[in-house]
């Protein structure tokens, strides 16, 4: 099984003044980096951590948290990264499911403090069968709690990195939450196995949304990976055409996930600042599946191709234009679901996963993700794809964001309602009576929404996604 000890020590060796870290005016080389994770493995094990523990962790964003992730696994433990601004309930929930053996928080930074050893210290031989355990909000409100092996993550990163080319010479920007998977994965380890640099910057909120491109330009970055919400956001904010300038000599790779890619989106964004978003596609039980590849002209529509030894099988119910359900056959599997201490993994997988995503790769090899089977509205019996609304929806000029759900309905089962965000310059008096005109000549009868509720913003969790129950209930 590859080890993050295995990598960071060949490019220590091979490249040891190369940036590993930077944020803000701090660098920490791969030389330096290789040694402190080495020294910390020997405080969590000094503080009588023992192989197969574990080890929570609850840190903002920043090189700490990612001294704790390499940390842990160099000591042989299991990570459970949660949320630091998590609410104490939410919290304690997740400690009671996962019982970790210790709990790091801020104020135990000076584990991780910056004293690196003087020697290079070896990783522990004995390695757990769980490397990480993720937890994810789940369809029903109840976390799940995703295992992945550290070799698995590796040798998934690895193939995604061979196939865009992403390699030692690469910035790549971190803006995502680093507790959950994509802003792990996709953004510490990824440009670590590559042999490049993590450039760190203030987690992406609306607030820190408008500093965006200063840090992102001060650390040199040629890489990145956003999400929808985020790219619609800098192309409101932004129009300076230095930034986009910018853009277009310095920023080669920019990768979208984590929620489907709106066409109006991934336009306004090219338009703006001059460079394709590559949409991906993955899920924390199976990682990255598949991406768009630099340079490279594909099915704009779709979420690009498979990653090598990926297979993708359509069998199950269908969506609302009988695009039947995707199902993954993959080496980037995850262990199972965690239970509890006592109790085995839950596996999740016969052959494959299930997605709960419809859809097919077509002739090309280009992965088409068509609708999701539970976001599926029944309306008087037909069924309707929120997503193919809300795409339709976006292109009127008033709307900077939407979503669109099914609400119960005493006759037809449920209604089509879209919640509305709109551009600042769009009076709510005139929305109100221009988009159902506008959903009427665009949308046929069953697809058009009959409740519309304007709204300042969308309610997201800390990943960025909308937590659509709570505009259920709002």
């Not at 192989?51 to 390499?70: E, K, S």
């Not at 800098?234 to 310095?250: D, K």
Request: charged share 20%.
């Amino acid at each position: 099984m590859t080890h993050p000890w295995n990598v960071l020590e060949s490019w220590a060796l091979r490249q040891p003044e190369h940036p590993a870290l930077i944020e803000g005016e701090r660098v920490i080389t791969y030389d330096a980096l290789h040694r402190q994770v080495g020294a910390i493995g020997a405080r969590l094990r000094a503080r009588g951590l023992m192989p197969g523990q574990r080890l929570a962790v609850a840190l903002p964003n920043g090189i700490p948290f990612i001294l704790a992730y390499l940390g842990a696994f160099h000591a042989g433990l299991t990570l459970i990264p949660l949320n630091p601004d998590a609410p104490p309930e939410a919290l304690d929930q997740l400690l009671a499911l996962s019982r970790p053996h210790f709990f790091l928080r801020s104020e135990h930074l000076a584990l991780l403090t910056d004293e690196p050893s003087g020697e290079r210290l070896p990783f522990v031989a004995e390695q757990p069968e769980i490397g990480a355990i993720f937890f994810t909000s789940g369809t029903t409100g109840t976390p799940k709690g995703v295992c992945h092996d550290v070799g698995t993550l590796i040798d998934n990163v690895r193939a995604f990195n061979e196939m865009v080319g992403l390699g030692n010479g690469c910035r790549m920007l971190h803006v995502l939450p680093m507790f959950y998977m994509a802003g792990f994965l996709n953004t510490v380890l990824s440009p670590l196995v590559a042999g490049g640099a993590v450039v760190i910057a203030p987690r992406f909120t609306p607030q820190t949304a408008l500093a965006f491109w200063k840090p992102a330009m001060a650390g040199a970055i040629d890489t990145a990976w956003l999400t929808p919400t985020m790219l619609a956001m800098l192309t409101r904010l932004y129009r300076e055409s230095a930034v986009s300038n910018w853009c277009r000599e310095h920023l080669t790779r920019l990768f979208v996930g984590t929620a489907p890619l709106p066409a109006t989106v991934r336009d306004a964004f090219a338009d703006r600042f001059g460079v394709a978003p590559l949409e991906s596609y993955g899920m924390t039980e199976v990682l990255l599946t598949a991406t768009h590849l630099p340079g490279v002209a594909g099915a704009a529509a779709s979420a690009g191709k498979l990653l090598p030894g990926v297979i993708m099988e359509a069998d199950g119910g269908q969506d609302e234009e009988n695009h039947p359900e995707l199902k993954i056959v993959t080496p980037y599997r995850m262990k199972g679901y965690w239970v509890a201490p006592e109790e085995p993994l839950i596996s999740g997988f016969g052959r494959s996963f299930s997605t709960g995503d419809c859809g097919y790769v077509d002739e090309a090899g280009y992965l088409h993700i068509t609708g999701r089977l539970k976001d599926l509205i029944i309306r008087g019996g037909v069924n309707v794809s929120p997503r193919a609304v809300e795409e339709v929806l976006l292109r009127h000029p008033a709307i900077a964001e939407l979503c669109v759900l099914g609400m119960p309905h005493t006759m037809l089962g449920e209604e089509v309602a879209a919640w509305i965000v709109l551009k600042p310059d769009c009076p709510e008096e005139v929305a109100r009576r221009e988009l159902p005109e506008f959903a009427r000549r665009h949308l046929v009868a069953d697809a058009a929404p009959t409740l519309w509720r304007f709204v300042a913003a969308l309610p997201r969790n800390a990943t960025g996604k909308v937590v659509k129950q709570a505009l259920r209930t709002s």
